[in-house]
């Protein structure tokens, strides 16, 4: 039986981002969300899923909120200042650049993602507040691309780019293939993949730091024990 401090509620927030976690019609689903339940029902260890935007988290943990996790987080050097990382609950594969309508044969012009991002005269529509990894934040510093930053989700993000209202995104490629999938604004919206794109980031369960270690290991025994697949999701798990 868990001691009083580990057997304490956690609250794990998750953000809006089909497929991995979304509500269709009031329904909570997403392949990551129900894997992020899986291990805190296996590891035995109270948790309350509460969908919350990104920067909304962000701030939480700044604040040092107690017994806070988020799910399917990337490792970013900084952040392990505030919080702690359990083991990789998923691989993404390389994101892939959508173009707007109207940029699209621009965009194919470059031969190279950093030769794209040092584009001034297009724009690059980007979620405030969001990380790519560290690979690509760091292209991006340098970046002689403009940068739209809008507090948004995937789905108005596609209406931007049908709109021509940026020019280009970087997106995660099983939200684009969900988004290609279920979102008419995606119709006119054109993929493309650069050789230089960084491979995919995994992702991890973050917690707070007074989060019990004796917490943390009951997690990742569970992630261990649960043998997550990386391969890559099935037409079944993107358009659950």
Request: aromatic share 8%; charged share 20%.
């Amino acid at each position: 039986m868990l001691h009083s401090a580990a057997a304490q509620e956690i609250t794990v927030a998750w953000r809006d981002f089909a497929p991995y976690n979304f509500v269709d019609q009031g329904v909570e689903k997403g392949f990551l969300l129900a894997r992020g339940k899986r291990i805190f029902e296996q590891a035995g260890v109270p948790a309350r899923f509460v969908l919350e935007p990104t920067k909304r988290i962000w701030a939480k943990f700044q604040a040092g909120t107690p017994m806070y996790c988020s799910l399917g987080r990337y490792r970013i050097a900084s952040r392990e200042l505030i919080m702690q990382y359990s083991l990789p609950i998923h691989s993404d594969p390389p994101n892939v650049v959508v173009a707007a309508p109207g940029a699209a044969f621009k965009v194919r012009t470059h031969a190279s993602l950093l030769s794209l991002l040092g584009d001034s005269t297009l724009t690059m529509g980007t979620r405030d507040g969001a990380s790519y990894g560290d690979q690509i934040d760091a292209m991006l510093v340098g970046a002689g691309a403009k940068v739209e930053k809008r507090v948004v989700e995937a789905p108005l993000m596609m209406k931007l780019l049908a709109a021509d209202r940026v020019s280009f995104a970087i997106m995660d490629r099983y939200a684009w293939q969900y988004a290609h999938l279920h979102d008419p604004a995606a119709a006119n919206v054109v993929a493309r993949d650069f050789a230089d794109m960084p491979p995919g980031q995994k992702r991890y369960l973050v917690c707070s730091k007074d989060v019990p270690a004796d917490v943390m290991n009951r997690l990742n025994n569970a992630i261990k024990a649960m043998k997550i697949s990386t391969q890559p999701l099935t037409d079944a798990e993107l358009g659950q």
